[in-house]
């Protein structure tokens, strides 16, 4: 079974550019995370997807950070101007169906995004 | 709002030896994890503890929970070179009708001599 698969896999940006991450989780998973990790920090959740529906974005700082669903498959991150506190490693996640609820998240191997 | 806290931050060990992580969290919930973090790698899922008093172990990995006392024990037994990580307990909030929310805590590093 193929895991979640993030590109780029790294990006060196200056401060006040752009920048967009994409995922693709499991095949058949509902449920779609993007954490961002600071350098000696546990991951902190920025959005939650149910579907292609936002769950919880509580976390995400709206006038910088964005990021979408489409069709309830692949997501994308999107950074825009970046700061240089926004220097870490962005992992996506996926978990199982609702109904199944077993709660294991399932990791790509993480953007490390360095903004200069 | 849920908190997880983890002790130690850092633990340095012999090989062989024994230790013991906890994970400490603030409000109720039924269902913990633990995750394995390499340097420079993503997160591997180790143990997900479903219920009051659950106990799963893998080779010199053993986990527990206690829903009661709102703590969770990672326990390393005759630990070797290869266990070297950081490891993070998250904690699910709790059903809410859509999904659930986990929050981890800030990860254990260990390190372990030779």
Redesign the interface.
Known sequence: EAGVAQSPRYKIIEKRQSVAFWCNPISGHA?LYWYQQILG?????LI?F?NNGV??DSQLPKDRFSAERLKGVDSTLKIQPAKLEDSAVY?C?S?PP?GG??????????TRLLVL | ELKVEQNPLFLSMQEGKNYTIYCNYSTTSD?L?WYRQDPG?????LF?LLSNGAVKQEGRLMASLDTKARLSTLHITAAVHDLSATY?C?V?EG?KG??????????TRLHILP
Do not use: H, M, N
């Open positions: 449920t920090q546990g991951p902190k959740l939650q149910q769950v919880d992992l996640a978990s609702v609820r077993g709660g294991t998240q399932y990791f790509g191997p993480g | 269902r994890y790698k993503s997160l591997e899922s997900v993070f998250a699910d059903w859509r999904d659930d929310k986990i929050i981890f805590g800030k990860g």
